[in-house]
């Protein structure tokens, strides 16, 4: 099974940038759906993007389209999200997550079955 460990949170200022990484560690990273859940205080977790293990399909919620840009590499074992334009309200804490299926579009979160710890990113005004 494929272990996930977030970085690159941070605080930033209205309209800055950031960009998260997650380094998996496991052989069959290639083979794995990929997404980037994130859950503010007193909020539900929501799906914000999510990629298939081409990378060739991508997803984004709604919130983020258009802002936020989701990559992988394969032969380095790693996935991006590429935040620009960022918000007060994109304050949260990010969560990339795996799943051994293929999905078309954003799954709900608790259809992954791996988590990575999370990292912070807040966004002031």
């Known amino acids: 099974q494929v272990q996930l460990v977030e970085s690159g949170g941070g605080l930033v200022q209205a309209g800055g940038s950031l960009r998260l990484s997650c380094a998996a560690s496991?052989?069959?990273?290639?083979?794995?759906?990929l997404g980037w859940i994130r859950q503010a205080p007193g909020k539900e977790r929501e799906s914000v993007a999510a990629i298939s293990w081409s990378g060739l399909n991508t997803y984004y919620a709604d919130s983020v389209k258009g802002r936020f840009t989701i990559s992988r590499d394969n032969a380095k074992n790693t996935m991006f999200l590429q935040m620009d334009t960022l918000k007060p309200e994109d304050t949260a804490i990010y969560y990339c997550a795996s799943d051994v299926r293929n999905w078309y579009g954003l799954p709900d979160p608790v259809e992954y079955d791996t988590w990575g710890q999370g990292t912070q990113v807040t966004v002031t005004s």
């Open positions: 496991g052989r069959t990273f290639s083979t794995y759906f």
